[in-house]
């Protein structure tokens, strides 16, 4: 019998657990994912006649995330010799068993089709997938094996809004069969730094909702809101790094300039005008009557270039916005945001900036399009000035 592999003690149980569905969620740097690969490769090295499948939603990340994890383990465990590698189509098989692994993304259906009856499936970043994905993965685990047929779920419990949730936190344990649950946290795991912990611990105060998440391993309440963790402020600080403005051009919609100042990694946002029915003559005068100064960057919608030459002409410094949807608000959520309090337009806007959803509730990377004015102007506004600037840590669930 090969010997185990160096397995956190957290994980013992499920390493055995033979159920249906092992569930691992869990807190950043858990160990999750480490731990599933170890658990695939070690059945491959000790069992027969399997053929495993690792699965993602989207193919292209799988090189560097999934894949990567399995040759790290294989790599740390000294288990080079026994495994064959296929680089270009991203497998993976034991020599001497002849059990494989192959890859493939929910959204490479061609190869979904070919699966040609899985014995064991690891979701990784599951939440990313929607219900249907998962059944349609569910359907084919029905491969013949003299041991156990799973599928190993790993995440990080982003959202209530999600078939994993629905499936298997909202019923009695006594009722959930075949299912083994394990949940950890990065105390679980000895093999991540001080400096990582100290980040965690850090975002107590920066971003409560995350660090339930990402540092308690709960089930984060969040709904589908984008911008959900800003403070509310008095008045701008006086001390900013720069101070720019966006603006969403609308007639019967409302028109909106919001200012925007930034000071390391924050962002004060503050109302400047909402208002429908605005004529370009009547937006030079309200940015004149709030003194908007000549050589104050204006990220405008570029969607209107009439409207941003007449502005330009009138000596204000408009600039065209790059809007990106996805990436704007990426950008937006790497600052810790704080708003003016008698901002009531923007208030309310980002109270119902929400992301869409599918027909079961799972979370889209498209904001629903609604009341976005004010939210579009402050998205304009970052993602165009600061959009290049240096990321600094990325904090988000898939990695
Ligand atoms: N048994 C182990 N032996 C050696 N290193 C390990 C082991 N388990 C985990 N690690 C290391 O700990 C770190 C975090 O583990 P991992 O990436 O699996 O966490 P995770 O729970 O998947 O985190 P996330 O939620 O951020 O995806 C990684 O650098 C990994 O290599
Ligand atoms: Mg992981």
């Known amino acids: 019998m090969p010997k185990e592999p160096d397995i956190l003690k957290a994980y013992k149980k499920a390493m055995t657990s033979p159920d249906r569905y092992l569930i691992l969620m869990g807190g950043a740097g858990s160990g999750k994912s480490y731990f599933a690969a170890q658990k695939i490769l070690q059945r491959m090295r000790t069992e027969d006649g399997h053929r495993f499948v690792v699965v993602r939603k989207i193919a292209r990340t799988i090189r560097n995330s999934v894949y990567q994890q399995m040759k790290d383990v294989i790599h740390n465990e000294g288990w080079e010799e026994e495994f064959k590698f296929s680089e270009s189509r991203l497998e993976i098989e034991h020599k001497e068993k002849g059990n ?5 993304g929910v959204d490479d259906p061609e190869k979904l089709k070919s699966l040609a ?26 491969g ?3 041991d156990y047929l799973q599928i190993i779920f790993s995440f990080n419990p982003i959202s209530k809004k999600n078939f994993i949730y629905k499936q298997f936190f909202t019923r009695e344990p006594e009722e959930l069969k075949n299912t083994y649950i394990s949940i950890t946290d990065h105390t679980h795991n000895d093999k991540v730094g001080q400096s990582f912990r100290d980040m965690l ?6 971003d409560p909702e995350y660090y339930k998440i990402y540092a308690l391993a709960q089930w984060g309440e969040n709904s589908n809101a984008i911008i959900y963790n800003y403070k509310l402020i008095s008045k701008m600080p006086e001390m900013l790094d720069e ?15 919001i200012r925007v100042g930034y000071y390391e990694k924050d962002i004060y946002l503050e109302e400047v005008f909402y208002k429908r029915k605005l004529t370009t003559p009547q937006i030079v005068e309200l940015m004149n009557t709030r003194q908007i100064g000549e050589t104050d960057y204006i990220y405008a919608d570029s969607a209107n270039p009439d409207k941003i030459k007449e502005l330009q002409q009138a000596g204000f410094n408009v600039k065209e916005a790059q809007k990106s949807v996805f990436n704007g608000i990426n950008k937006v959520k790497e600052f810790q ?3 003016v309090q008698n901002s009531l337009n923007l208030l309310n806007e980002l109270d119902n900036y929400v992301w869409k959803t599918d027909h079961d509730g799972n979370l889209l990377d498209d904001p629903e399009k609604h009341n976005d ?5 402050i998205r304009y506004a970052i993602y165009s000035h600061l959009g290049k600037r240096k990321q600094s840590v990325i904090w988000g669930h898939s990695g």
Do not use: K
């Open 100 to 104: 494989t692994l192959i890859t493939t």
């Open 117 to 142: 009856q899985p014995t064991g499936i690891w979701i990784e970043e599951a939440t990313e997938l929607s219900a249907r994905d998962f059944r349609q993965l569910d359907l084919r685990l029905r």
């Open 144 to 146: 013949e094996t003299v």
């Open 201 to 206: 611990a850090e975002m107590e105060h920066l």
């Open 243 to 257: 101070v720019l403005y966006g603006l969403d051009f609308g007639f019967n919609n409302p028109c909106a300039l």
């Open 337 to 339: 945001i704080h708003v």
């Open 373 to 377: 004015h004010a939210c579009d102007a």
